[in-house]
């Protein structure tokens, strides 16, 4: 998984977190960064992402994310943020395919998203290698 | 009559004597209507035709120096009375003049009386002197009213005649009648001559005094007028005296000094400065108020004086010199108002403004505070893994880690609070370094930039100019300048939507600057002449209140500054200046030497 955040700190921590869970973390603390990550390491299935992440548009990055990997590619995108304005606003992907939780994150909830989140980038590869044409959430 | 000698040359020059004087005091009737003085012609002339009467005795008929010589000096001296009494307008009654006149007529016409010269010497005698005192107790009393120097001279003249009783009496006794006689004839002449210029003197004196009371009460008229326009007057207008030395002192106050300051009349009488009640003005702010206006400047000076209630009340005063002579006493005009209600209305638009601004900083403070604890409880979920592993040196940076971010959420919150609470207008200036207070507002408005995409740049010297400033106050106008900028920016694109501050000093002035800049696009021109005025806006309703940069404008003023607006490039820079703090450098070398 690929975790995308700006505040150093942060990652300092999460990572390690993760890594004694089992999880393979790789960090980047900027949008262009995180997707030169993500292309060069294919078996990045879930990134964790902040919703603003110096000057640049997270969210942004989760949608883009989202749109072009599919399929045998797929990734899972998970929201994390600081701010309280997208809660209780409407976001423009379905919940099921960009959780967003809250800084400071509650972790039963936290590690049960990415699990869900691993679950379905691979089930959408599995899928993808059964049928190319499966269903993408772009399709 | 042997009162008066036979000297006919003596007689007729005082009878031209005193026709002169009654002509000139003809010529001068305005003025002697004017203090009632008329009878005093109708003495000389009498005079006059007196002594002319009385230079005939001798070389024609006898009646005349008897009858008519001594009725006219009757009527002489009884309108010499009666000119003394109207000297001081006292009540007379002017045709009792012709009394003694009429009454002397009539005992002539008596043939005992007219034969029997021993009677009529004696009746003569009688008359004189009753009249005579009469003129001359008068005189006195009138002198003593007008205060008319030249009237004290002509009472010493008529006072003159009582010696001259008593000495004529004596040479009588004697056996020297002719040298009492001689006298007689002096006295009678050198009065006779002297006095009636004297009294064109009492009429000149009195014209002048007459007019400068005039312009006395014309003063009092016009001040009473002036007091009765300023009475209701919500100010206090004064005069003063400024001398050299920095005193100054009262020379009128007027308009409604009760309402303004809460005190009675009797007490403000007793006070010869308002600002003797004030109960936080220093020496130094008086010297400087006292600077400006002996500069020729508009002085203005804002104070808190005691309420006889206990409590304050805050008040401007303001004055400018009226003229200034290179040395001697300088007049000062100027007025006291009472601010008290326009400092409550600042004190709650900056409480007004202070919320709206906490209002909209709440998101970005939301953002900031979130992002330390989720460090906190990320970190202390792995502290319990490594003490799970027995990683007790990783637990002991964790823990660290813990204890700076919480110090990082509790200066927010520290932050915040001293925001909130407002920056102390009451409280002296101090040193304040501009990095310091750019860091403090970017802990407050920083996350909300952030939030929005908003890049800031810093251009800070170093070492970070220092403002004297109270403590807060430039972190309460930057996070309004900040959130200003923020929203301007919020229609542009992502990436373009930069903040520059850049701080400098001018040692020059003994200022300094703190200038915002954004890319927001800039004020509209039509607005930008009127950005400081309150309820000023460019936002929407819920966005703004109007207050922001009046309180800012407000703020820097009332530290000795101000504010500027310009646009350039692609958005508004809005240039705080504040003086700057002495140098501490300065300080050390002194206390080194």
Same mark, same amino acid.
């Given at each position: ?10 990652? %300092? ?23 030169? %990550? ?102 | ?211 400068? %009371? ?353 646009? %350039? ?25």
């Amino acid at each position: 998984m690929l975790l995308v955040d700006d505040e150093p700190e942060f990652l %300092q921590e999460l990572g390690p977190y993760l890594r004694a869970r089992g999880w393979t973390v790789t960090t980047s603390p900027a949008p262009p960064e995180a997707l030169v %990550q993500l292309a060069t390491h294919a078996d990045i299935a879930v990134v964790v992402t902040d919703v603003r992440i110096a000057d640049r548009d997270g969210l942004e990055l989760a949608h883009r994310i989202l749109r072009e990997r599919t399929g045998p590619t797929a990734v899972a995108v998970v929201v994390v943020t600081g701010h309280g304005e997208l809660r209780g606003s409407n976001p423009t992907s379905a919940p099921m395919e960009l959780p967003i939780l809250y800084k400071p994150l509650a972790m039963g909830v936290f590690m049960a998203t990415l699990e869900a989140a691993a679950c379905r980038a691979h089930a959408a590869r599995m899928a993808a290698c059964g049928n190319p044409r499966g269903d993408s959430p772009t399709s | 009559v042997e009162e008066f000698p036979h000297l006919p040359t003596l007689n007729v020059a005082a009878a031209i004597s005193a026709a002169v004087a009654a002509v000139l005091l003809l010529m001068h009737r305005q003025e002697l209507l004017e203090m009632r003085g008329r009878s005093w012609i109708l003495c000389f002339a009498a005079m006059s035709v007196a002594f002319v009467a009385f230079a005939v005795r001798g070389s024609g008929p006898d009646w005349v120096p008897i009858v008519v010589g001594n009725a006219m000096a009757w009527l002489a001296l009884a309108a010499a009375w009666h000119g003394s009494r109207q000297l001081r307008a006292a009540p007379s009654c002017a045709s009792l003049v012709v009394v003694p006149c009429l009454l002397w007529i009539g005992l002539c016409t008596t043939s005992e009386f007219y034969t029997s010269e021993q009677v009529r010497i004696a009746t003569a005698g009688g008359f004189g002197i009753v009249l005579l005192s009469g003129a001359t107790i008068e005189a006195w009393i009138s002198w003593r009213a007008t205060r008319l120097s030249s009237l004290r001279d002509v009472a010493l003249l008529f006072s003159l005649y009582f010696p001259y009783f008593l000495l004529r009496s004596l040479f009588v006794l004697v056996g020297q009648p002719s040298v009492a006689l001689a006298m007689g004839g002096w006295l009678v002449f050198v009065s006779a001559t002297a006095i009636p210029y004297m009294i064109l003197a009492v009429t000149r004196e009195r014209a002048i005094q007459t007019q400068r %009371q005039r312009e006395v009460d014309g003063l009092r008229a016009g001040r009473a007028d002036i007091d009765r326009l300023l009475k209701d007057l919500p100010a206090v207008v004064f005069l003063r005296e400024l001398l050299p030395d920095g005193s100054t002192r009262l020379l009128y106050r007027g308009g409604d000094a009760e309402r303004v300051t809460g005190w009675p009349a009797a007490v403000l009488d007793q006070l010869d400065d308002v600002s003797q009640l004030a109960v936080s003005l220093t020496d130094a702010e008086r010297t400087a108020s006292y600077k400006r206006a002996m500069a020729g400047e508009v002085a203005s000076l804002e104070y808190e004086i005691k309420q006889p209630g206990g409590g304050t009340k805050w008040v401007r005063a303001i004055g400018r010199v009226l003229d200034q002579r290179p040395d001697g006493p300088v007049l000062g005009v100027g007025h006291i108002v009472d601010i008290q209600e326009q400092r409550n209305a600042e004190a709650r638009a900056a409480s007004a403004a202070r919320l709206a601004s906490l209002g909209e900083m709440a998101l970005g403070l939301a953002h900031e505070l979130r992002q330390p604890l989720a460090i906190v409880s990320m970190a202390a979920e792995n502290v319990l893994d490594d003490i799970e592993t027995g990683d007790l040196k990783a637990a002991e940076a964790r823990l660290h880690r813990i204890i700076r971010q919480n110090q990082r959420a509790s200066d927010i919150i520290d932050n915040l609070r001293r925001f909130a609470t407002g920056a102390q207008h009451a409280g002296s200036a101090e040193p304040v370094a501009l990095q310091e207070a750019v860091e403090r507002a970017l802990l407050l408005a920083g996350g909300s930039l952030h939030a929005a995409g908003v890049a800031v740049e810093q251009d800070i010297p170093s070492p970070s100019p220092v403002a004297l400033a109270w403590p807060g106050a430039i972190e309460q106008m930057l996070v309004n300048l900040l959130s200003n900028a923020n929203d301007a920016m919020a229609a542009r694109p992502p990436g373009t939507r930069r903040v520059r501050i850049i701080a400098a000093a001018d040692h020059g002035a003994g200022t300094v600057r703190l200038a915002v800049s954004d890319t927001g696009g800039g004020v509209p021109p039509h607005i930008l002449p009127r950005l400081f005025q309150p309820f000023v806006t460019t936002k929407t309703q819920d966005r703004g209140t109007g207050l922001g940069l009046a309180i800012c404008h407000g703020m820097a003023k009332a530290l000795g500054g101000g504010i500027a607006a310009r646009n %350039q490039d692609e958005g508004a820079t809005f240039t705080i200046i504040l003086p700057a703090a002495p140098p501490p450098a300065r300080d050390a070398a002194r206390s080194a030497a």
